[in-house]
């Protein structure tokens, strides 16, 4: 064990060490604060629908006790496939070219592994969603960061990409929308990435999970559905963000058969099966109605609203987020830390935000706050974060 924990990266070292000891830190602060607020979380607050819960009680009524194929259920398999084919325009094999994970984070440490061996390297944005970097590690793969800027709205950059291609890249991860970012690839950025995939014969990892949840006038484009792409993406997706079923633990992935076979390999001796119960939910919320969701995104589409009118206020620099439930916000324009000042709302403004280190060394000046607490929550943490920095400056 102490051998191999010494060849882990300085990436992993560095987010463990800074990253997560900050947020344990706030975290054990917050226990002592009776109305804190918190506005660094990342499960949606809103309800699964009703629908998806019914079909769930019928499953459990019908009979839920045994293990499901480790592809996962036909049933849900085929219906991932209609989706992927009439939304996204990504062509998948029920068969052979789906698995069914136990939420997105299964199907992310999957399909690193499925693609990914020692020595290999994997161009990941910067910054990113960490659990990445810990998988990576695990695969004794190595990540190289793909730097991006707020000013841009994070777009990726095909020619600082092509840049730090070498023999041993292997993959290319894309996330859009993003976490933590809230940045929405731009379809010309989108080609341009593709393109250098094909050219240099990588593969692309794409995590869509935030696919639904767009602002303004951006728009989800799947990598696998462009030319050239479908034998050479990885397409990843779950339940938890567009149905907000976070707790019942279901994602997918889809892609070319070889691939997608090891995935299930890896699936079976990892976690054998997704829960029954919630795969019989996941037919129901892929194959049932979706006119919840322009419901759920008017609210967040409010709160969003709040939030940034609130950091326009006090004068913040942000990456405009154009999806998810995210904000990136730069905390050194108001010329305090990000730590400093996620410390400082909490024990003042009893307000929990997180510092930018839990998504990469290189963004201890950014915080990410998020509005997935009710709207009249989300408006008074904005009004303590904005009386405790008034009170700060007078």
């Known amino acids: 064990?102490?051998?191999?924990?010494?060849?882990?990266?300085?990436?992993?070292?560095?987010?463990?060490?800074?990253?997560?000891?900050?947020?344990?830190?706030?975290?054990?602060?917050?226990?002592g604060i009776p109305d804190v607020i918190a506005l660094g979380r990342g499960d949606p607050d809103l309800p699964t629908p009703g629908h998806i819960i019914e079909a769930a009680k019928v499953a459990i009524g019908r009979g839920v006790d045994t293990v499901t194929d480790p592809g996962g259920l036909l049933e849900l398999r085929e219906a991932i496939a209609e989706k992927l084919l009439r939304e996204n325009g990504v062509s998948a094999d029920p068969a052979r070219g789906i698995v069914v994970t136990t939420g997105g984070q299964e199907a992310m440490y999957l399909a690193v592994q499925a693609l990914l061996r020692p020595g290999d390297e994997i161009l990941v944005p910067d910054p990113r969603y960490t659990s990445y970097d810990v998988a990576i590690d695990m695969a004794r793969a190595r990540m190289v960061m793909v730097p991006t800027s707020f000013e841009d709205g994070f777009q990726l950059h095909a020619e600082v990409m092509e840049s730090l291609v070498t023999p041993r890249t292997r993959c290319i991860l894309l996330i859009s929308p993003s976490n933590p970012t809230a940045g929405v690839l731009s379809e010309q950025s989108l080609r341009d990435v593709c393109a250098l995939a094909i050219e240099h014969d990588l593969m692309v990892i794409s995590d869509e999970i935030y696919e639904k949840l767009l602002y303004d006038d951006a728009r989800h484009i799947s990598p696998g559905s462009l030319p050239g792409m479908a034998e050479r993406t990885v397409t990843l997706n779950g339940f938890s963000k567009t149905f907000c079923m976070t707790g019942w633990r279901l994602g997918y992935l889809a892609g070319p058969a070889g691939v997608i076979g090891e995935v299930r390999r890896l699936k079976n001796l990892l976690s054998i099966c997704a829960p029954t119960v919630s795969q019989w939910a996941g037919v129901a919320a892929l194959t049932g109605p979706m006119d919840f969701l322009s419901e759920y995104m008017e609210i967040y589409s409010r709160r969003r609203a709040i939030v940034l009118r609130?950091?326009?206020?006090?004068?913040?620099?942000y990456g405009v987020p154009m999806g998810a439930f995210y904000v990136f916000v730069d905390a050194s324009s108001i010329g305090i830390s990000a730590f400093d000042l996620s410390r400082l709302?909490?024990?003042?403004?009893?307000?929990?935000i997180f510092p930018g280190t839990g998504f990469g060394a290189n963004w201890s000046d950014f915080l990410r706050i998020s509005w997935v607490q009710p709207e009249e929550e989300v408006r008074e943490a904005i009004s303590r974060i904005e009386r405790t920095l008034e009170g700060r400056r007078g």
């Open 1 to 31: 064990m102490g051998e191999f924990q010494a060849e882990l990266s300085p990436v992993r070292r560095t987010f463990a060490e800074e990253g997560t000891q900050q947020r344990y830190q706030l975290m054990d602060i917050a226990q």
């Open 310 to 317: 609130g950091l326009d206020r006090l004068g913040f620099k």
């Open 345 to 352: 709302l909490l024990e003042e403004g009893h307000v929990l």
